[in-house]
Nanobody, 112 residues
Framework: QFHLVESGGGLVQPGGSLRLSCTGS????????ASWHRQVPGREREQVAA????????MYADSVKGRFTISVDNDNRVVYLNMNDLKVEDTAVYFC?????WGSGIQVSVSS
């Protein structure tokens, strides 16, 4: 059965960096679009970054533009979300999404 697995979350101080990884179990991201979303309790899940399937164009929410970067490795096996200059308001559970699949989510906490 296909599913997505996120890794790389954790606790970081404001201004710090983290890199999230998303791997597909049983498939690759060859010719597949992918995106990262985040959710905090009591709020709707929001898309923060996306990458298209063929041209690998990227799109970002205004709140993370210039700080986050989404990419796919050369083997199309891992989708990354590089997060720099993290802010307290970036604290959330982050989810990987591709096709009709969602990962189970991973916690990112930004606190001093």
């Amino acid at each position: 059965q296909f599913h997505l697995v996120e890794s790389g979350g954790g606790l970081v101080q404001p201004g710090g960096s983290l890199r999230l990884s998303c791997t597909g179990s049983g498939f690759t991201f060859n010719r597949r679009a992918a995106s990262w979303h985040r959710q905090v309790p009591g709020r709707e899940r929001e898309q923060v970054a996306a990458i298209t399937s063929a041209s690998r164009n990227t799109m970002y929410a205004d709140s993370v533009k210039g700080r986050f970067t989404i990419s796919v490795d050369n083997d199309n096996r891992v989708v990354y979300l590089n997060m720099n200059d993290l802010k307290v308001e970036d604290t959330a559970v982050y989810f990987c999404h591709s096709g009709n699949l969602w990962g189970s989510g991973i916690q990112v906490s930004v606190s001093s």
